[in-house]
Protein backbone atom coordinates (compact mmCIF):
# COMPACT_ATOMS: atom_id res chain seq x y z
CA UNK A 1 0.00 0.00 0.00
CA UNK A 2 1.23 3.34 -0.80
CA UNK A 3 1.91 6.36 1.62
CA UNK A 4 -1.41 7.80 0.27
CA UNK A 5 -3.57 5.12 1.41
CA UNK A 6 -1.93 4.60 4.70
CA UNK A 7 -2.42 8.51 5.58
CA UNK A 8 -5.74 8.28 4.41
CA UNK A 9 -6.67 5.35 6.57
CA UNK A 10 -5.39 6.87 9.33
CA UNK A 11 -7.27 9.63 8.84
CA UNK A 12 -10.30 7.36 8.56
CA UNK A 13 -9.61 5.82 12.00
CA UNK A 14 -9.12 9.31 13.98
CA UNK A 15 -12.22 10.58 12.41
CA UNK A 16 -14.13 7.07 13.65
CA UNK A 17 -12.67 7.65 17.02
CA UNK A 18 -13.50 11.21 17.73
CA UNK A 19 -16.87 10.52 15.77
CA UNK A 20 -17.66 7.91 19.09
CA UNK A 21 -16.48 10.20 21.63
CA UNK A 22 -19.26 13.27 20.00
CA UNK A 23 -22.05 11.12 19.99
CA UNK A 24 -22.23 10.80 23.82
CA UNK A 25 -21.94 14.63 24.72
CA UNK A 26 -24.40 15.38 21.37
CA UNK A 27 -27.23 13.07 22.99
CA UNK A 28 -26.12 14.53 26.32
CA UNK A 29 -26.62 18.60 24.96
CA UNK A 30 -30.18 17.26 23.55
CA UNK A 31 -31.44 15.47 26.86
CA UNK A 32 -30.42 18.97 28.57
CA UNK A 33 -31.96 21.07 25.87
CA UNK A 34 -35.13 18.91 25.98
CA UNK A 35 -35.17 19.15 30.11
CA UNK A 36 -35.19 22.61 30.20
CA UNK A 37 -37.76 23.29 27.71
CA UNK A 38 -40.09 20.97 29.46
CA UNK A 39 -39.52 23.63 32.83
CA UNK A 40 -41.59 26.20 31.28
CA UNK A 41 -44.42 26.91 32.60
CA UNK A 42 -47.69 26.29 30.58
CA UNK A 43 -50.50 28.75 31.39
CA UNK A 44 -53.61 27.90 29.68
CA UNK A 45 -55.95 30.08 27.91
CA UNK A 46 -59.20 31.13 29.83
CA UNK A 47 -61.95 29.68 28.24
CA UNK A 48 -64.11 31.95 26.14
CA UNK A 49 -67.79 31.69 24.60
CA UNK A 50 -68.86 33.06 21.19
CA UNK A 51 -70.74 36.17 21.07
CA UNK A 52 -73.88 36.08 21.35
CA UNK A 53 -76.16 39.07 19.64
CA UNK A 54 -79.82 39.63 20.50
CA UNK A 55 -83.11 41.55 18.90
CA UNK A 56 -84.40 44.25 20.40
CA UNK A 57 -86.89 43.78 22.93
CA UNK A 58 -90.73 44.43 21.70
CA UNK A 59 -93.69 42.59 22.37
CA UNK A 60 -97.24 41.26 20.54
CA UNK A 61 -100.41 40.36 22.10
CA UNK A 62 -100.73 36.31 22.26
CA UNK A 63 -103.31 35.39 19.90
CA UNK A 64 -104.43 32.41 20.45
CA UNK A 65 -108.42 31.30 21.84
CA UNK A 66 -107.04 30.17 25.46
CA UNK A 67 -108.83 31.89 28.56
CA UNK A 68 -105.83 33.84 28.88
CA UNK A 69 -104.04 36.45 27.91
CA UNK A 70 -100.27 38.14 28.16
CA UNK A 71 -97.31 39.20 25.30
CA UNK A 72 -95.46 37.05 23.90
CA UNK A 73 -91.49 38.55 22.57
CA UNK A 74 -92.01 39.41 19.00
CA UNK A 75 -89.00 37.07 17.96
CA UNK A 76 -91.36 33.93 19.33
CA UNK A 77 -93.27 31.92 18.31
CA UNK A 78 -96.55 30.88 20.17
CA UNK A 79 -99.28 27.63 19.32
CA UNK A 80 -100.74 24.80 20.78
CA UNK A 81 -98.94 21.79 23.01
CA UNK A 82 -98.93 19.23 20.05
CA UNK A 83 -97.82 16.64 22.43
CA UNK A 84 -100.75 17.43 24.70
CA UNK A 85 -103.79 17.26 22.21
CA UNK A 86 -106.41 16.56 24.85
CA UNK A 87 -105.45 19.75 26.59
CA UNK A 88 -106.42 22.47 24.16
CA UNK A 89 -105.25 25.61 26.56
CA UNK A 90 -101.90 24.39 26.50
CA UNK A 91 -99.34 26.28 24.81
CA UNK A 92 -96.06 26.27 23.72
CA UNK A 93 -94.02 29.32 22.77
CA UNK A 94 -90.66 28.70 20.55
CA UNK A 95 -87.97 30.85 20.65
CA UNK A 96 -86.15 29.32 17.92
CA UNK A 97 -83.31 32.00 17.70
CA UNK A 98 -81.91 30.59 21.24
CA UNK A 99 -83.40 27.17 20.97
CA UNK A 100 -85.87 27.27 23.97
CA UNK A 101 -88.98 26.92 24.60
CA UNK A 102 -92.00 28.47 27.16
CA UNK A 103 -94.24 25.10 28.02
CA UNK A 104 -97.90 27.06 29.76
CA UNK A 105 -100.32 24.57 31.21
CA UNK A 106 -103.95 25.71 32.69
CA UNK A 107 -106.30 23.95 34.79
CA UNK A 108 -109.43 25.34 36.17
CA UNK A 109 -109.50 25.45 39.85
CA UNK A 110 -112.66 23.20 41.36
CA UNK A 111 -111.45 22.75 45.03
CA UNK A 112 -108.47 22.25 44.48
CA UNK A 113 -106.30 24.83 44.74
CA UNK A 114 -104.25 23.75 47.45
CA UNK A 115 -103.37 20.74 45.00
CA UNK A 116 -102.16 22.58 42.21
CA UNK A 117 -99.82 25.06 44.12
CA UNK A 118 -98.17 21.96 45.41
CA UNK A 119 -97.84 20.32 42.39
CA UNK A 120 -95.98 23.59 41.24
CA UNK A 121 -93.67 23.73 44.01
CA UNK A 122 -92.85 20.19 43.48
CA UNK A 123 -92.01 20.33 40.05
CA UNK A 124 -89.59 23.25 40.89
CA UNK A 125 -87.87 21.47 43.30
CA UNK A 126 -87.23 17.98 40.64
CA UNK A 127 -84.68 20.91 39.40
CA UNK A 128 -82.77 20.82 43.04
CA UNK A 129 -80.32 17.83 42.34
CA UNK A 130 -78.49 20.58 39.14
CA UNK A 131 -79.56 23.60 40.95
CA UNK A 132 -76.96 25.59 43.12
CA UNK A 133 -80.20 27.82 44.27
CA UNK A 134 -83.61 28.51 44.35
CA UNK A 135 -85.25 31.68 44.78
CA UNK A 136 -89.22 31.83 45.03
CA UNK A 137 -90.75 35.41 44.87
CA UNK A 138 -94.52 36.20 45.52
CA UNK A 139 -96.32 38.31 42.13
CA UNK A 140 -99.29 40.38 42.82
CA UNK A 141 -101.46 42.22 40.31
CA UNK A 142 -104.42 43.06 42.62
CA UNK A 143 -105.78 45.08 39.67
CA UNK A 144 -105.70 41.82 37.12
CA UNK A 145 -106.41 39.54 40.10
CA UNK A 146 -103.42 37.56 39.25
CA UNK A 147 -101.28 36.12 42.19
CA UNK A 148 -98.79 33.51 41.95
CA UNK A 149 -94.78 32.46 42.76
CA UNK A 150 -91.66 32.83 40.66
CA UNK A 151 -88.97 30.48 40.94
CA UNK A 152 -85.83 31.43 39.64
CA UNK A 153 -83.37 28.03 39.23
CA UNK A 154 -79.66 29.03 39.54
CA UNK A 155 -76.99 26.64 38.24
CA UNK A 156 -76.92 23.53 35.44
CA UNK A 157 -80.45 22.77 35.82
CA UNK A 158 -83.16 22.34 32.61
CA UNK A 159 -85.04 25.21 33.64
CA UNK A 160 -84.01 28.36 34.61
CA UNK A 161 -87.29 29.82 35.71
CA UNK A 162 -90.94 28.40 36.62
CA UNK A 163 -93.75 29.97 37.85
CA UNK A 164 -97.72 29.77 38.87
CA UNK A 165 -100.54 32.10 38.61
CA UNK A 166 -103.97 31.93 39.47
CA UNK A 167 -107.01 33.91 40.61
CA UNK A 168 -107.75 31.80 43.73
CA UNK A 169 -111.01 30.77 42.33
CA UNK A 170 -111.16 29.50 38.65
CA UNK A 171 -107.96 30.14 36.79
CA UNK A 172 -105.01 28.35 37.33
CA UNK A 173 -102.18 28.72 35.07
CA UNK A 174 -98.27 27.00 35.61
CA UNK A 175 -95.56 28.36 33.23
CA UNK A 176 -91.61 26.49 33.00
CA UNK A 177 -88.98 27.92 30.59
CA UNK A 178 -86.24 25.59 28.84
CA UNK A 179 -83.31 25.89 26.55
CA UNK A 180 -82.80 22.71 24.00
CA UNK A 181 -79.30 22.57 25.34
CA UNK A 182 -76.90 20.96 27.23
CA UNK A 183 -77.51 22.67 30.35
CA UNK A 184 -74.15 25.12 31.43
CA UNK A 185 -74.93 28.09 33.61
CA UNK A 186 -71.66 29.52 32.48
CA UNK A 187 -71.85 29.70 28.41
CA UNK A 188 -76.07 30.09 28.79
CA UNK A 189 -76.34 32.83 31.16
CA UNK A 190 -76.70 35.63 28.48
CA UNK A 191 -79.42 33.73 26.90
CA UNK A 192 -81.01 32.86 30.23
CA UNK A 193 -80.64 36.50 31.22
CA UNK A 194 -82.08 37.78 27.90
CA UNK A 195 -85.02 35.04 28.36
CA UNK A 196 -86.13 35.93 31.93
CA UNK A 197 -86.92 39.16 31.30
CA UNK A 198 -89.69 37.68 28.56
CA UNK A 199 -90.66 35.61 30.69
CA UNK A 200 -91.34 38.78 33.46
CA UNK A 201 -93.06 40.35 31.36
CA UNK A 202 -95.26 37.76 29.60
CA UNK A 203 -95.92 37.28 33.84
CA UNK A 204 -96.85 41.52 34.14
CA UNK A 205 -99.27 41.32 31.31
CA UNK A 206 -100.91 38.35 32.08
CA UNK A 207 -105.10 38.60 32.17
CA UNK A 208 -108.10 35.98 32.48
CA UNK A 209 -110.25 36.39 30.36
CA UNK A 210 -112.84 35.19 33.01
CA UNK A 211 -112.92 36.47 35.87
CA UNK A 212 -115.38 35.42 38.22
Wanted: charged content about 20%.
Amino acid sequence: MNLGGLMLNRYYAIFERLTMRLIPIYVLTGFLFFSESCKKEYTPRPRGYFRISFPAKSYKPLELSVPYFFQVPAYSTPGHDLLSPDQPNWITIEVPANHAQIHLSYKKINNNLERYIEESHSLAYQHSQKASAIEERLFINPSKKVYGTIYTIKGNAASPMQFYLTDSTRNFLRGSLYIKEIPNSDSLQPVIGFLIQDVLHLIKTTEWKEVK
